[in-house]
Antibody
Framework: QLQLQESGPGLVKPSETLSLTCTVS??????????WDWIRQPPGKGLEWIGS???????FYNPSLQSRVTISVDTSNNQFSLKLNSVTATDTAAYYC?????????????WGQGTMVTVSS | QSALTQPASVSGSPGQSITISCTGT?????????VSWYQQHPGKAPKLIIY???SRPSGVSIRFSGSKSGNTASLTISGLQAEDEAVYYC???????????FGGGTQLTVL
């Protein structure tokens, strides 16, 4: 059974860069059937799609975050990563990595447990 | 982009059926059959329960069903059980650039 696990600092200072990694286990990130996505959820609020990457490195982002976001993939370690720069308190959220099915569909079938990131000095 | 519109809360008694609506536009729900629904219990990750408007992943109870009419999608839960108490989110593909829009979430309370 494929599993996703987020890791990274739980506290980031304002104006710095938030960096998270998602490790894929029980399956290959190089599968041609899936994209790998990041989604976040501010405390007590709804979900927001951040961006997506394919094993080839092709990525695309939510236009609202595009200027600050980079998602990368490391197929040798079965991981993909998120970098969000110039963070502010509004970036405080639980960050989830998720697998998205490729094809004539849009849905996230497997999620990581999530990791809480607080932006504070 | 604005989120899809869901009621903040719904409630029902055990054994009853409830329906949660999710309203969008012709750029998202109305234009594509790419609506999915997620169940989130407190402190847990969302779980996929419906995709492509009305398809159920393996292992999801048949008590969960989805539909769509025009710009509004709906999730129906029949035979309510205490374990169904959770927040439910709808999502849809959007052609406005953000790929996916989420609804604001609906808190289901089982009385």
């Amino acid at each position: 059974q494929l599993q996703l696990q987020e890791s990274g600092p739980g506290l980031v200072k304002p104006s710095e860069t938030l960096s998270l990694t998602c490790t894929v286990s029980g399956g290959s990130i190089s599968s041609t059937t899936y994209y790998w996505d990041w989604i976040r959820q501010p405390p007590g609020k709804g979900l927001e799609w951040i961006g997506s990457i394919y094993h080839s490195g092709s990525s695309f982002y939510n236009p609202s975050l595009q200027s600050r976001v980079t998602i990368s993939v490391d197929t040798s370690n079965n991981q993909f990563s998120l970098k969000l720069n110039s963070v502010t308190a509004t970036d405080t959220a639980a960050y989830y990595c998720a697998r998205r099915v490729l094809g004539a569909t849009i849905h996230f079938d497997i999620w990581g447990q999530g990791t809480m990131v607080t932006v504070s000095s | 982009q604005s989120a899809l519109t869901q009621p903040a809360s719904v409630s029902g008694s055990p054994g009853q059926s409830i329906t949660i609506s999710c309203t969008g536009t012709s750029s998202d729900i109305g234009g594509y059959n790419y609506v999915s629904w997620y169940q989130q219990h407190p402190g847990k990750a969302p779980k996929l329960i419906i995709y492509d408007v009305s398809s159920r992943p393996s292992g999801v109870s048949i008590r969960f069903s989805g539909s769509k009419s025009g710009n509004t999608a709906s999730l129906t839960i029949s035979g309510l059980q205490a374990e169904d108490e959770a927040v439910y989110y709808c999502t849809s593909y959007t052609n406005t650039g953000a790929l996916v829009l989420f609804g604001g979430g609906t808190q289901l309370t089982v009385l």
